[in-house]
């Protein structure tokens, strides 16, 4: 009986929130390679943008400190498992994109990044980046994989969007490869999200709007894959082609993709206002006041975002957590 209240650790330090943990199966390892940042670097700063919510089925945190990921590659999917070892990092794949997830392992970390292009005009932002020198921007080279979420996360509240993407990744994706089959998710291909039945999307409660721009992107899934090869400001461009993907949508998925240390998100219903009360103490900022706010970050702006919020300089609330809504049980 003692036992069952012992501590687990299963808490992840990336984002927060009680996760599964996988066992360390006794399967075979899986390919390994091993790389050493110049300078510091935090996994979970890095990685964290990646994972969607603490039930994300294609991301998990282990006790040890390991970040896991199972992603769908160009070549198929594939597992990583990222792990730092004294002053490097080690990556172990598994599967057919296992090749192709440690070649490209550098950039998901940060490689092509350049925070020494940072220059903190404001004493708050420069606290939060000495207090924060692992920060990086990762790039996945990888557009589906950061646009969908971001669909789904579109006018809804984190946890309904979470929770769909949870649902619909767990029903129409397919188990990841190696040690971790059964307890982590590959998301679906192209052609399994444009055939998923409309009352699916219902139940996993995606209304038909966002539904329709997820079948309108998968349609032209292999352009939009091409934007990886293009600068950030051309792949938004060709992402908001696509009927229902406007900037908010394709600043999201860029910052992901493409490691755009410069795509702002604009369009999102806090964002300007702790850019506003952090910077200038002006809670009711919006997008015309937050981008003329960061200004002098011209260049660096998403940076600058993302060190305001981890300085956990936010204005109080002043109303209700807005009530999750669940259209799958209409």
């Known amino acids: 009986m003692a036992g069952r209240f012992v501590h687990r650790p299963t808490r ?25 940042p110049e300078g510091p670097l935090d996994l979970g700063l890095v990685l ?35 792990f730092a070892y004294g002053g490097e990092v080690r990556g172990e ?5 296992g090749a192709w997830l440690l070649e490209r392992l550098p950039e998901m970390l940060g490689a092509a990044d350049d925070p020494d292009a940072f220059v903190p005009r404001h004493r708050l932002v420069a606290v939060a980046q000495h207090r924060r020198p692992g920060l990086r921007l990762t790039r996945t080279g990888l557009v ?11 006018k809804v509240t984190t946890d309904e969007a979470y929770r769909a993407w949870r649902s ?21 291909a192209p052609r ?38 293009m ?11 696509v009927p229902g993907v406007g900037p908010w949508t394709s600043a999201e998925t860029v910052q992901r993709s493409h490691g755009a240390a410069d795509a702002v998100t604009v369009g999102d219903l ?34 600058a975002a993302r060190l305001i919020l981890l300085s956990g300089r936010t204005p109080a609330r002043r109303a209700p957590k807005m009530p999750r809504g669940d259209i799958g049980k209409l």
């Open 270 to 303: 806090h964002l300007p206002g702790i850019v506003g009360w952090a910077l200038a103490g002006d809670r009711d900022a919006d997008d015309s006041v937050m981008l003329s706010l960061l200004e002098p970050y011209a260049g660096q702006r998403h940076r």
């Open 168 to 188: 619909l990744v767990r029903k129409f994706g397919s188990p990841a490869p190696g040690p971790v089959g059964g307890r982590m998710w590959v998301m679906p």
């Open 48 to 82: 964290g943008p990646l994972r969607r919510g603490p039930g994300d089925p294609t991301f998990r945190v282990t006790a040890d400190g390991s970040v896991w990921r199972a992603s769908l590659t160009p070549v198929g999917p594939g597992t990583l498992r990222v």
């Open 231 to 241: 600068p950030a400001e051309e792949a938004r461009a060709r992402l908001e082609v």
């Open 192 to 229: 399994a999200w444009a055939l998923i039945p409309s009352w699916e999307w219902h139940r996993a409660g995606v209304d038909d709007k966002r539904a329709s721009t997820i079948l309108r992107a998968v349609r032209v899934a292999a352009r939009l894959e091409q934007a990886v090869s």
């Open 144 to 154: 589906l994989e950061s646009l969908i979420p971001s669909v789904l996360e579109q």
């Open 12 to 36: 992840t330090t990336v984002r927060g929130g009680d996760v599964v943990v996988p066992r360390q199966a006794s399967a075979a390892a899986g390919r390994m390679r091993s790389w050493v």
């Open 93 to 97: 794949a598994w599967g057919p994109g």
